[in-house]
């Protein structure tokens, strides 16, 4: 049986920077068709935004869904965050990238677990309380879409003060999770770029998000917000 070919590893670098401080992350993508081994535009906005939040997040418990090459929440854990990394418990390769952007950064003791979206599973149960959940174009095929609100629903119920932070790449007009959310008692708030100084095509010295049409909201439990 023939071997796999080796895997090709580009390491790319991503630099956060404003009046007051400097944060370079290193982040090893995979020359790979599986979703997860690069970075996404949609990753590189929600990590701007995690960066200019970084006062609001230091010492606070933040979960990453679907982290694959986890810029945000290497971003997240390099400003004093509690982080900790999943991915599909499905997709062990993913994982591993998660644990290779850890060791890249230093972060090797950051915790990485395979939660898969819709199940309700030890791994999901025993997580310790979270204040924040990131999630970088987790919304990106419909048939996931409930499979996600499903999980994020389980942990706000654990965790009522929790926000999921969020961002999305505009794919379709008859893109929407509004009656999602309704169904699981959840509600979102748009959050306007140019807020967290992400309305460009350039971000963190790289050029991402480029052209793409990126949007950011904050989903917490109905009676929140």
């Not at 965050?81 to 499905?90: G, R």
């Not at 140019?194 to 049409?213: C, I, M, Q, V, W």
Request: proline share 7%.
């Amino acid at each position: 049986m023939n071997e796999p070919p080796p895997q090709t590893i580009i390491e790319k670098t991503f630099t956060f920077e404003d009046d007051e401080d400097t944060l370079i992350v290193s982040i090893p993508e995979v020359l790979d068709p599986q979703y997860g081994m690069h970075v996404w535009p949609c990753a590189v906005v929600l990590s701007q935004y995690v960066w200019i939040t970084r006062e609001k997040t230091q010492h606070k418990t933040i979960l990453e869904l679907g982290a694959g090459v986890s810029l945000p929440g290497i971003v997240a854990a390099k400003s004093g965050a509690h982080v900790i990394l999943s991915d599909s418990a499905e997709l062990p390769m993913c994982l591993k990238n998660c644990r290779r952007s850890c060791d890249v950064n230093n972060l090797s003791s950051t915790p990485v677990i395979g939660l898969t979206w819709g199940q309700v599973s030890p791994e999901l149960v025993s997580l310790p309380p979270v204040d924040i959940i990131l999630g970088s174009d987790v919304f990106y095929e419909p048939e996931d879409f409930e499979d996600v609100l499903v999980t994020i629903c389980f942990l706000v119920r654990k965790n009522p003060c929790a926000q999921f932070w969020t961002t999305y790449q505009e794919r379709s007009a008859d893109w929407s999770i509004d009656a999602l959310l309704h169904k699981w008692n959840l509600k979102c708030i748009h959050v306007p770029l140019e807020t967290f100084h992400a309305n460009k095509n350039h971000l963190a010295g790289s050029t991402l998000p480029g052209d793409h049409t990126v949007q950011m909201m904050i989903i917490t439990a109905k009676e929140m917000l």
